[in-house]
């Protein structure tokens, strides 16, 4: 993918009725309103518009929520894919999100972790967030609404701990296969945030590890034998 070089708000970011309209409810503190680099990448099976966050850092579910806020109010219509790392984080945005649409009566937005709810078409006038932790997941289904993805760019995947003797679940980033997958479950023309750096992208390993070599092997050793 080639990096795009303009440093730039987001266009649509600089509409500041929106922007004043948002703060004015306290949906969106300033601080967590993210700046883009943009990049176009032509190499994949669709046409993709990738937006790369020029900052790091702050909590990682009110990132996710802020930005889905923002597309909701400032983007065209079509649903949201959101990749968070794990079912805990899902929840919690579930639940953060839902506090702000009753609070604030935004009822055209709803939330949609992966079920047979998924596959049912969007309601006119309503926006669908459909919530995953990989394509794994999302990958069989036929979303042709999803217009934009927000990628946390982790992930959390078993692997042996030798000094507890046992296997945990590991926060971690992705690799740029993964990412790219995140990215290419949508239409041409759609556009993926993701919320870090083109800089951290660039140094995510290409490949996930294969399980084989995070796992304990021993129980399946005994097994064969």
Not at 120 to 143: C, F, H, N
Not at 144 to 170: H, P, T, V
């Amino acid at each position: 993918m080639r990096p795009g070089t303009q440093w730039m708000e987001r266009k649509r970011l600089e509409s500041h009725c929106h922007v004043e309209s948002l703060m004015s409810c306290q949906m969106l503190p300033p601080k967590l309103l993210r700046r883009w680099e943009s990049s176009l990448d032509m190499r994949g099976r669709n046409k993709i518009e990738y937006m790369h966050t020029l900052e790091d850092g702050y909590e990682l579910v009110d990132l996710v929520v802020t930005q889905t806020l923002v597309l909701h109010v400032m983007e065209a219509p079509g649903d949201i894919l959101v990749f968070l790392p794990g079912q805990q984080e899902i929840e919690t945005f579930d639940h953060s999100l839902k506090q702000i649409i009753i609070a604030h009566g935004h009822t055209q937005l709803i939330t949609c972790p992966i079920s047979a709810e998924v596959l049912e078409p969007t309601p006119q006038g309503v926006r669908k967030v459909v919530l995953a932790t990989s394509p794994a997941e999302i990958s069989w289904l036929m979303l042709n609404s999803i217009q934009y993805f927000i990628d946390s760019g982790l992930c959390k995947m078993k692997s042996y701990d030798l000094m507890a003797g046992k296997e945990l679940d590991r926060m971690s980033p992705v690799s740029k296969a993964e990412a790219t997958q995140r990215a290419e479950l949508g239409l041409a023309g759609s556009t993926c945030y993701r919320l870090y750096t083109n800089n951290f992208y660039e140094g995510l390993q290409e490949n996930t590890t294969p399980e084989v070599l995070r796992r304990n092997l021993v129980n399946v050793v005994l097994v064969l034998n």
